[in-house]
């Protein structure tokens, strides 16, 4: 039979961002004191060897510590993606990214773009300059994961585990096997480069103006995150709904990590009915590591509930606040 050369060849981009992945430091046996978003995207990929049929295009977006992720990278990074994904001949994107908010970056791209082509972050817990790294196996999983044809939408690559953007969490500070899916468990396994899927991601629902709308933005709504705990009060909330000064945004929104299923301190519960009455959108979920309020745990209100995480929550309510 005649093959296409055409059609057999799959097409992935790869978008720069930076984080550990990129990271340099002075010695390989320097796993802390190294600086993140160094190494360009293009030297990440120079030292692969692709699987034949898989061609990679490789472009730089940003070069930073995901610790200091911004809106502007956040645009300037959708833009690429939207771009590159309406291109016929690109099967799917992989974006190199810095563990610490990679789970911020794939909610945030799974809610302005909810992508049906793969879009795969990848990470590393150790920089590019490791007698080990562990960015070079991730890179390689998540190009063959753009590659495969049987996964779509926002998903993460790590340590051979394939997570959904709704479900992924990093659970843990330097184990290079750093992110969880919590209940839902990953999506599927990356075993000798051959991806063994579990389950389907459950896929975006594109709201057709949101994009446009934060395209169009200099910030976000502003929206807290505060923690109930022993000994909670309400001073916190308070000090936030003081009129800002200078240039800072009013408060919009708060989300609240109750403890376990969603309860709130009750004095913490008071500011945030007194915030909730001054117009400040307020949302519920939990500060536990596993589950989800499954009652209105009602010593703090009957606020909605914050889901899939009270993190993602938190850039979910200032989209809906745009
Ligand atoms: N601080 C780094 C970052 O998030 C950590 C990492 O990538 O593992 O960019």
Not at 183 to 212: H, K, M, N, T, Y
Request: a neutral charge; aromatic letters at 4%.
């Amino acid at each position: 039979m005649q093959v296409n050369r055409e059609e057999s060849v799959k097409k992935v981009v790869v978008l720069g961002t930076g984080g550990t992945i990129a990271g340099r430091a002075q010695s390989v046996t320097d796993e802390i004191g190294y600086t993140a978003g160094v190494v360009p995207v293009a030297d990440l990929l120079a030292g692969l060897s692709l699987p034949a049929g898989l061609v990679a295009e490789h472009e730089q977006v940003a070069q930073t510590d995901s610790k200091d992720m911004t809106l502007a990278i956040w645009q300037r990074l959708g833009q690429r993606v939207a771009h590159h994904l309406a291109r016929p001949e690109v099967a799917g994107m992989v974006i190199t990214h810095g563990t610490d908010t990679l789970e911020e970056t794939a909610w945030f791209l799974h809610q302005v773009l909810a992508p049906t082509k793969p879009v795969v972050l990848t990470c590393a817990m150790r920089p590019a300059t490791a007698l080990m790294p562990d960015g070079p196996q991730n890179l390689n999983d998540a190009l063959r994961v753009a590659a495969d044809g049987r996964i779509g939408g926002v998903v993460v690559v790590c340590a051979g585990r394939l997570h959904a953007a709704q479900d992924v969490t990093k659970v843990h500070t330097w184990r290079l096997d750093a992110f969880g899916s919590g209940d839902a468990g990953p999506l599927g396994v990356i075993e000798a480069g051959e991806l063994r899927l579990f389950r389907q991601s459950v896929p975006g629902r594109a709201d057709p103006g949101l994009w446009a709308r934060v395209q169009g933005v200099r910030a976000l709504p502003r929206v807290e995150l505060v923690f109930s705990h022993a000994d909670a009060q309400g001073h916190l909330v308070r000090s936030l709904l003081a009129a800002p000064g200078g240039d800072i945004p009013p408060l919009r929104g708060l989300v609240v990590a109750g403890t376990g299923n969603g309860t709130v301190h009750t004095a913490l519960a008071e500011a945030l009915e007194e915030a909730q009455a001054q117009g400040v959108v307020v949302w519920r979920g939990t500060r536990c590591a596993l589950g989800r309020p499954v009652t209105s745990g009602r010593s703090g209100g009957d606020w909605p509930l914050a889901e899939p995480s009270v993190i993602k929550a938190r850039l979910s309510l200032a989209l809906a606040l745009l």
